[in-house]
C-alpha cells in the first residue's frame, strides 16, 4: 500500500481526535457526547478517517462499537499524540493565566544566597500557583539564554545593550583581604599599588573578571592571579585563608575572616532585569513588576545583614 501523502496526513490529524474518542467510550452517542459534537457528526469524521487510512478500523458489535485489529494497533500508537497535544494546550492556556502558569527566571551567582530566595518567597506568598523555574549562572550565559527564549526573565550585571531592560541599581566593587592581611587596616586603596599582591578571581569568561583585568590595565598593570574559580563563597572562602586578595562585590553571607577595603575611583556596575524581545505572557509580566518594584530593597537587606 502507497504510503499517505502529506495532504493525506494533514486532512488525518483534525479528525484522530474522533477517533480517539470512539475507540476510548467504544459506543458512537457517548463519543459524540464527549466531544460535544452530533453524533452525526461524529459518524462523518469516523468514516472519514477510515476512508484515509484506507482500512475498516470499527466494527459494530451490538449497539456498541470495537475495534478491528487494524484500528486497534493505530489506536495504540496514537493515544499519546492526541493526549500530549491536549496537554500542551492546557499547559499554554495556563501560562496565560496570572494567577498559574510557568516563568524561567535566571541570577548570576554573585546573588542568591539570601537576596533571591527572600525575594522570591515574598512573590510565591502572594502568587503560589505561578511556576518557577530557576536558573544561576554568569551573565553571559543568562543574557544568551535571555536571547535564545530558554529564559523569560533574568537578572544580568550588567544589563546587556539589545535586550528590555529594567535598572534596577547598581552593584558596588570592593577589595577583600584576610583579617590578617597587612592591607586590613587600610580604609581605602587604590588599585595601582596592588600590582604586587597575588589575587583570587573568577575565570576570564566572567564579566567581573574582565572588568578587573580592564582596571588593573589602566592602572598599568597585569594582575597576578593564583586561583581561579567559578563560585563566589568558595572564592571569598580562599581569600580568608590568606591565599590572595580580590575584587568582588558585597557578600549576602557573614565572612568574619574577611575585611572589605574600598577601591578608589568609580568601581560599579549596573544591576539590570532583563526579558525577550517579544510580549511576556501574564505570570511574566507579574514576576518582572515585582522584581523591579523589591529587588534592591531585598538586595540592600542581605548586605547590611551580612556586615552585622
Not at 466494527?59 to 493526549?83: I, K, N, S, W
Not at 590595565?217 to 580568608?240: D, K, M, S
Request: proline share 7%.
Amino acid at each position: 500500500m502507497d504510503e499517505l501523502s502529506p495532504s493525506q496526513v494533514e486532512a488525518l490529524i483534525p479528525l484522530l481526535a474522533a477517533f480517539d474518542a470512539a475507540a476510548e467510550e467504544g459506543h458512537i452517542t457517548r463519543a459524540a457526547q464527549r466531544l460535544g459534537v452530533p453524533q452525526s457528526s461524529l459518524s462523518r469524521r469516523l468514516k472519514a478517517v477510515e476512508q484515509a487510512v484506507g482500512v475498516k478500523l470499527f466494527q459494530p458489535v451490538g449497539r456498541r462499537v470495537a475495534l478491528t485489529a487494524a484500528g486497534q494497533e493505530l489506536h495504540d500508537r496514537t493515544r499519546g499524540l492526541v493526549r500530549a497535544l491536549g496537554d500542551a494546550v492546557d499547559l499554554v492556556r495556563s501560562d496565560a493565566d496570572p494567577d498559574s502558569g510557568l516563568v524561567r527566571f535566571g541570577f548570576p551567582f554573585s546573588l542568591g544566597p539570601v537576596s533571591i530566595p527572600s525575594l522570591l518567597a515574598d512573590f510565591h506568598a502572594g502568587a503560589p500557583r505561578i511556576r518557577l523555574h530557576l536558573v544561576q549562572a554568569h551573565g553571559t550565559a543568562l543574557v544568551d539564554m535571555v536571547r535564545e527564549g530558554r529564559l523569560d526573565l533574568a537578572v544580568s550585571i550588567p544589563a546587556p545593550d539589545d535586550l528590555p531592560t529594567i535598572i534596577l541599581g547598581f552593584q558596588r566593587i570592593h577589595l577583600y583581604v584576610a583579617s590578617n592581611h597587612p592591607l586590613a587596616t587600610r580604609t581605602e586603596v587604590d588599585l595601582a599599588d596592588l600590582a604586587a599582591e597575588p589575587f583570587i578571581a573568577n575565570p576570564p569568561t566572567y564579566h567581573l573578571r574582565r572588568l578587573f583585568d580592564s582596571w588593573c590595565a589602566t592602572a598599568g598593570f597585569t594582575p597576578q592571579v593564583g586561583f581561579e574559580i567559578t563560585e563566589f563563597e568558595t572564592l571569598r572562602a580562599l581569600v580568608a585563608q590568606n591565599l590572595g586578595i580580590a575584587v568582588l562585590p558585597a557578600p549576602e553571607l557573614p565572612h568574619p575572616g574577611l575585611t572589605r577595603v574600598a577601591l578608589t575611583g568609580e568601581r560599579e556596575r549596573s544591576i539590570g532585569l532583563i526579558s525577550g524581545n517579544h510580549r511576556p505572557t501574564p505570570a511574566v509580566a507579574r514576576l518582572r513588576d515585582h522584581v523591579a518594584s523589591h529587588a534592591m530593597s531585598y538586595l540592600d537587606r542581605a548586605r547590611l545583614s551580612a556586615q552585622e
